[in-house]
């Protein structure tokens, strides 16, 4: 497959979305955004949703997928997940570079078959959107020896979602941050309970415990990450994109009968940018690179597997 130009010497890509629902149209919406991209291809099974999305922002319906894999130099695969395995594996029989939306398959065992399909030299990624939300890396940067950690992802009620718990549509965003970012080394015990619309999950490593929750019946949605060091608290919002560090009070005193703490909190500087703006951009400059893209199929695999135990835990 030979990639028409690249964004480093002004050039620009071809690129597809496969699947034009709710992921998939903020594919191509971002897509149509990117300088990096010459043309966009769309393609779904409702022909008429295509082009509609198609004719919001400037993008050519392809007939097939096979004919859109012809015409494009990377793809977006934002299929609903129990086609997803069926899907990647046509694109990466075209040998085109591809991200594929998470979770990247139904189960474990078919990221596994997949896994051993993709060439060595083609550029495949797992969009887990929150590893390209800018408060992450500035977090990792803070973080040295977290005694607590907290996630919390609360949903109201979507009719979007089908065919999946809320462990692997909502959970697994900080299932992947534990484990990719903040806690990538070391064995973990783990318990947890819940149904497929809400779960908390306690990972214990070493004497670091880590609890997720998700929901999808909030009445509040609610994105946030608390961690708890030595000599300081973190405090972080997905959603406003904010970071605050508490640290221990300089004195604590009883002032007429009240309790006084006086804290030092400081916000840190966060460069707010769209997280699939950020994580589409590095896509297609890897594929321009021919690098590996910073969220590999391996890595979406062990989300996977940490999903599909702590599924376990509430079915049993």
Do not use: W
């Not at 993008?59 to 894999?69: Q, R």
């Amino acid at each position: 497959m030979c990639v028409r130009g690249n964004t480093i010497g002004g050039e620009t890509l071809d690129v597809g979305v496969i699947g034009v629902g709710m992921m998939g149209r903020n594919h191509a919406r971002v897509y149509s955004e990117l300088k990096a991209v010459d043309s966009l291809y769309l393609y779904d099974l409702n022909g008429e949703a295509a082009r509609d999305l198609a004719s919001a922002f400037g993008a050519t319906v392809s007939p097939t997928a096979e004919d859109l894999l012809r015409s494009v130099d990377a793809v977006s695969v934002c299929v609903p997940t129990p086609f997803h395995f069926g899907v990647a594996e046509t694109v990466l029989d075209a040998g085109v570079p591809l991200l594929i939306e998470k979770p990247v398959c139904a189960t474990a065992e078919e990221t596994r078959r997949l896994i051993g399909k993709i060439p060595d030299d083609l550029v495949v990624g797992v969009g887990h959107i929150e590893r390209f939300n800018p408060i992450i890396p500035e977090i990792k940067k803070i973080v040295r020896d977290p005694l607590y950690i907290e996630m919390k992802r609360h949903n109201p009620a979507s009719s979007r979602v089908s065919g999946s718990s809320v462990v692997e549509d909502l959970m697994i965003h900080d299932i992947d941050i534990m484990r990719n970012v903040l806690l990538p080394e070391g064995a973990y015990h783990l318990s947890g309970s819940g149904n497929q619309d809400v779960c908390s999950a306690l990972f214990s490593f070493g004497e670091t415990p880590v609890y997720l929750s998700a929901s999808r019946k909030s009445s509040k949605k609610i994105r946030m990450i608390y961690i708890e060091e030595e000599e300081f608290t973190i405090e972080g919002d997905f959603m406003a994109q904010e970071i605050y560090i508490h640290r221990k009070p300089g004195r604590y005193a009883v002032e007429d009968e009240r309790y006084v703490q006086e804290n030092i909190i400081e916000k840190v500087l966060v460069n707010k940018q769209e997280p699939l703006k950020l994580e589409l951009s590095t896509f297609l400059d890897c594929v321009a690179q021919g690098r590996a893209f910073p969220v590999s199929p391996a890595q979406a695999l062990l989300n996977m597997e940490i999903c599909e135990e702590v599924a376990r835990c509430f079915a049993a």
